[in-house]
């Protein structure tokens, strides 16, 4: 007995009278649409609650306030942060590629020991956007009272600290070894967060020469360190 040829075509299940499997498709249609939507939400109220905790403190950092300047309703705020908490450390992830990520992708770039500590330099040498100050003092205010966000504040700073480990660790590689460069950029992150520290309270301190000294004299001792070492062995 001769068989039908299977149709290659796909089916249309609203023409095949499948309405469940249709009202399926049609809603696996407007997913992703619904996903853009839900980012864009997500941005807007983060871009509400930088501009709260930037802001001179007249008006408190509540979910309801977030939602009120993000364009959203209270519930919408809860829908993709749980608390006040959950959007103090979105706001902490969200400022990275602020200052750290180009901070990792100088020290992580080509050039010797350096090149990468001069683009480190002329980078830090720029005055910090003053929204982004006065976030970094709203998050550090925060972080004193809830340990959620000190965790990933920390976790934040941490990551800092280490493009300087990573930093001096490229000096260690052409040396050929004969020092930690764990201290040695832990100091140069400590140096630099205090010349952070005192040029926000508006000091005036050409921050060039200063960074450019701590890095050098830090690796010029190490260097000497590592030649120490090597006449020890010898």
Known sequence: MATRAEDPRPIDPAASGDTGAAVGAAVGARR???????????????????????????????????????????????????????????????????WITPLEEAVAGPGTFAERAEQVVVMLAQPEAGDLSRLHSALHWFAVGDERVRESLEAEYRR??????????????????????????????????????????????????VMRALVLGLAAGATGTADAAGSARA
């Not at 408190?60 to 300047?69: C, G, I, Q, S």
């Not at 040396?175 to 508006?202: K, V």
């Open 32 to 98: 992703p649409r619904a996903s853009a939507k839900g980012e864009q939400t997500r941005a807007r109220l983060l871009a509400a609650a930088r501009e709260l905790l930037a802001g001179d403190g007249s008006v408190p950092f509540t979910t309801r306030n977030v939602a009120a300047l993000g364009g959203v309703t209270h519930g919408m705020c809860h829908y993709h942060f749980q608390n006040r908490t959950d959007l103090i450390v979105a706001v902490v992830e969200n400022i990275r590629p602020e």
């Open 160 to 209: 800092w600290r280490e493009c300087f480990v990573a930093l001096f660790q490229v000096l260690a590689d052409e040396r050929g070894g004969g020092f930690d460069p764990r201290p040695l950029g832990e100091a140069a992150a400590a140096g630099t967060d205090g010349l952070a520290a005192i040029q926000s309270l508006g000091a005036q301190i050409d921050s060039a020469p």
